[in-house]
């Protein structure tokens, strides 16, 4: 059988974590910052990083990061081909976020005090626990409640149009999103430093989630994105 390539849009030096939990999952990435859609891929993963232009979601700055707009068009670029063509996507912090603004929802742009020192600042990831939606692909995997890590200063807030919640934090905040009858997948932890060589014990093993988006990238398990699953 033939290498399963998968293309990957990141922050230039800062792509190599989910590089690797792709090869360990078994397929080939191909990455690069702001690259032009290449369908002969099989899917879509978007990376974690900086903060995304608020006004791409109609919103005055009001607490974001300096935005870097070439990778902002890039990134929007690459979601609407792999979504019009029908391909997997699974996005990753940032991504998770991007999927949102090109759905034509909106972020938080800043997390409230009493919320940051729980989902992110200072150095490494912050370990916290989510609940699952009843019947989605995360509560299959991992069940009703399960740890993961944490490291975001930004969350989704109203949802684009097609996306459900799917899993939520403590705090209310959604740790995961995805579009019933499309094979979209967002969550806000970092799977890729939660698997393979980074695999951590006191989270949840996020290998399963890369072998899962990388079987619907084979055509396998597409019955999930079928409503079957639609909680």
């Known amino acids: 059988m033939d290498k399963l390539n998968i293309q990957v849009s990141g922050e230039a030096g800062y792509m190599d974590n989910y590089c690797a939990a792709l090869r360990g999952a078994g397929c080939e990435p191909v990455a690069g910052y702001c690259p032009a859609p290449d369908l002969r891929c099989g899917g879509l993963l978007l990376c974690g990083g900086g903060d995304i232009e608020s006004a791409l979601y109609g919103q005055e700055d009001r607490g974001s990061q300096p935005p870097d707009r070439n990778r902002d068009r890039a990134e929007l670029e690459l979601f609407r081909a792999f979504f019009e063509a029908g391909r997997p996507i699974l996005g990753i912090c940032r991504g998770m976020q991007l999927i949102n603004v090109a759905l034509g929802g909106t972020l938080i742009q800043d997390l409230p005090a009493q919320a940051v020192p729980f989902h992110g600042g200072g150095k490494g990831d912050r370990v916290h626990t989510v609940r699952a939606l009843e019947g989605s692909l995360l509560h299959r995997l991992y069940g009703s409640v399960f740890s993961v890590n944490s490291a975001h ?55 399963s989630l890369f072998t899962w988006f990388l079987g619907v990238c084979r055509g396998e398990d597409s019955a999930f994105f079928d409503g079957l699953d639609s909680g």
Not at 180 to 203: A, I
Request: hydrophobic share 45%; aromatic share 10%.
């Open 153 to 207: 200063h930004q969350a989704v807030d109203a949802l684009g149009q097609g996306l459900r919640a799917v899993a939520w934090a403590e705090s209310g905040f959604a740790e995961a999103v995805d579009f019933p009858g499309c094979p979209v997948l967002g969550v806000q932890f970092h799977p890729e430093r939660m698997s393979f060589g980074r695999r951590r014990l006191d989270t949840v093993d996020a290998a």
